[in-house]
């Protein structure tokens, strides 16, 4: 199954609904500022990733935005940190 393919990002997820039984949320109308974290991290999109790598362990943060001239770009995460360690994989 190939990356493009969107079935491969849900690899794991196959059940009959059991399982997801037990994942009960006790109040789903609670707003999402209840829970978010409500610090944004950035990083420009010309941070090296050694220095990015230095945040996210420092922080303890698995995701930070990535943006250009203060424009939101993308996300980078700790698996695509990940992949950067393990080109192979």
Request: aromatic letters at 6%; charged letters at 25%; proline letters at 6%.
């Amino acid at each position: 199954m190939e990356q493009s393919d969107p079935d491969f990002y849900i690899r794991g997820w196959e059940t009959d609904g059991e399982e997801l039984k037990g994942m009960y949320i006790e109040n789903a109308s609670q707003p999402v500022q209840e829970v978010m974290t409500p610090t944004v991290y950035t990083v420009t999109e010309d941070t090296p990733i050694s220095e990015i790598a230095k945040i996210m362990i420092a922080g303890r943060i698995h995701r930070l935005l990535v943006t250009h001239h203060n424009r939101l770009v993308g996300i980078i995460t700790t698996l695509d940190m990940l992949k950067v360690l393990t080109p192979e994989a």
